[in-house]
């Protein structure tokens, strides 16, 4: 059963991070690609180490990372190896999903790997757009409600704050 309260503090502490609406859903938007890659169990470090590297926040990044979960997983793999094959101009074979682990996803690399990365590149990168734009406009519109996180939000806005 999903907890409803639990994700409304989990969303309430995002949207008040101490940073600029930007920074927030870059890191969001990185964690949402990096979910979409056919590396199972690799998501969470792939996701510290992006946000280290590209420098965006690390909670929401790591956070995006956990979009695409067990429930989601498989139908998002078959649409990006059959998005993979049809711009490569092939005919997609039977791909066999048996369970999520590492040695699966070497094992799918193995035998499809070129048409599964690059369609579920494609799906991640569009996924992301989406994402870090709807974060960006929660995260305004939401903080137009608090006193304070509103005129931290404008400071941000007038002073230009870099993403760091």
């Not at 907890?3 to 989990?10: G, I, L, V």
């Not at 502490?13 to 890191?27: E, K, T, V, Y």
């Not at 490569?88 to 070129?114: I, S, V």
Request: aromatic fraction near 10%; hydrophobic fraction near 50%; charge should be negative.
């Amino acid at each position: 059963m999903i907890d409803k309260e639990r994700w409304k503090k989990k969303l309430r502490m995002i949207l008040s991070l101490d940073s600029h609406p930007g920074h927030i859903s870059a890191g969001f938007a990185v964690g949402v690609f990096i979910s979409f890659t056919p590396f199972f169990g690799l998501h969470t470090p792939m996701a510290i180490l992006a946000a280290f590297l590209l420098r965006v926040n690390k909670v929401t990044c790591i956070t995006g990372a956990w979009v695409n979960n067990p429930l989601t997983v498989f139908p998002v793999l078959v649409a990006g190896y059959e998005l993979g094959e049809a711009i490569l101009g092939r005919p997609p074979q039977q791909l066999a999903m048996k369970e999520l682990n590492f040695d699966f996803a070497l094992e799918l690399l193995d035998t499809h790997g070129l048409p599964l990365l690059i369609g579920s590149s494609l799906i991640g990168f569009m996924a992301a757009l989406v994402s870090y734009a709807l974060l960006y406009y929660i995260i305004v519109r939401c903080r137009r409600k608090d006193d304070t996180l509103n005129e931290l939000t404008k400071e941000m806005e007038v002073t230009g704050e870099e993403l760091e």
